[in-house]
C-alpha cells in the first residue's frame, strides 16, 4: 500500500515536470497560421540588449544567446552572493548550503515572481501554473545549495 503510493505520488511530480517543461516551450500561432516559438525572458533580455547596441537579431540569435544571458546572470548574482557571505555575519559561513538555499529562495523571489513580471519578460504570477513556481523554487534552491558548497570549497582552498 505505502508503494503504492508512493509511485502515485511519483507520477504525480513527473506529469508536473512535464507540464512545466511543456510550458517553457510554449507556442502560439502567427498571423500565417504557423506555430512560432515565444520567447521566454532570457530570448527577449538577449534581443533588447543587441537593440540597445544598435543590433537585431532573429529568433534564433536569440536562442543561441539566451543561456549566455542565464549563466552570465547566475554567475553575477553568485559572485553577490559570495560577497555578501564574506561580509556578513559569520554564522552565514557556517552553514554554507543552508545559507545557500535561503539565499536562493531570496533571488527566486526577487526575480521569478516579481522583477521579471514587473519588467513585462513573464506573466503574471498569478497567470503562471503553480507546477511552474514549484519547479522554479526547486531549482533556485538547488542553485543557492550549490552556491553555498562552491564558495565553502574555493574559500577553504584559498
Same mark, same amino acid.
Given at each position: 500500500?505505502?508503494?503504492?503510493?508512493?509511485? +502515485?505520488?511519483?507520477?504525480?511530480?513527473?506529469?508536473? +515536470?512535464?507540464? /512545466?517543461?511543456?510550458?517553457?516551450? $510554449?507556442?502560439?500561432? #502567427?498571423?500565417?497560421? !504557423?506555430? %512560432?516559438? !515565444?520567447?521566454?525572458?532570457?530570448?527577449?533580455? =538577449?534581443?533588447?540588449?543587441?537593440?540597445?547596441?544598435?543590433?537585431?537579431? $532573429?529568433?534564433? !540569435?536569440?536562442?543561441? @544567446?539566451?543561456?549566455?544571458?542565464?549563466?552570465?546572470?547566475?554567475?553575477? /548574482?553568485? @559572485?553577490?552572493?559570495? %560577497?555578501?557571505?564574506?561580509?556578513?555575519?559569520?554564522? *552565514?559561513?557556517?552553514?554554507? *548550503?543552508?545559507?545557500?538555499?535561503?539565499?536562493?529562495? *531570496?533571488?527566486?523571489?526577487?526575480? #521569478?515572481? /516579481?522583477? *521579471?513580471?514587473?519588467?513585462?519578460?513573464?506573466?503574471?504570477?498569478?497567470? %503562471?501554473?503553480?507546477?511552474?513556481?514549484?519547479?522554479?523554487? =526547486?531549482?533556485?534552491?538547488?542553485?543557492?545549495? %550549490?552556491?553555498?558548497?562552491?564558495?565553502?570549497?574555493?574559500?577553504? =582552498?584559498?
Amino acid at each position: 500500500m505505502v508503494a503504492h503510493g508512493a509511485n +502515485l505520488q511519483a507520477g504525480k511530480l513527473t506529469r508536473s +515536470l512535464r507540464t /512545466v517543461k511543456a510550458n517553457g516551450r $510554449s507556442k502560439s500561432s #502567427d498571423s500565417s497560421g !504557423q506555430e %512560432t516559438e !515565444q520567447e521566454d525572458a532570457t530570448m527577449k533580455i =538577449a534581443g533588447k540588449g543587441a537593440e540597445i547596441a544598435g543590433y537585431s537579431i $532573429s529568433h534564433e !540569435q536569440k536562442k543561441k @544567446a539566451a543561456p549566455i544571458v542565464h549563466y552570465g546572470f547566475g554567475a553575477a /548574482v553568485g @559572485a553577490l552572493y559570495g %560577497t555578501l557571505t564574506e561580509l556578513g555575519p559569520h554564522g *552565514v559561513r557556517r552553514h554554507p *548550503v543552508l545559507s545557500g538555499m535561503g539565499f536562493g529562495s *531570496v533571488l527566486f523571489a526577487g526575480a #521569478d515572481e /516579481v522583477a *521579471v513580471p514587473s519588467l513585462g519578460l513573464s506573466a503574471a504570477p498569478g497567470e %503562471t501554473p503553480v507546477s511552474s513556481h514549484i519547479y522554479a523554487l =526547486a531549482s533556485h534552491l538547488i542553485y543557492g545549495a %550549490t552556491a553555498g558548497a562552491v564558495r565553502r570549497i574555493v574559500r577553504a =582552498a584559498i
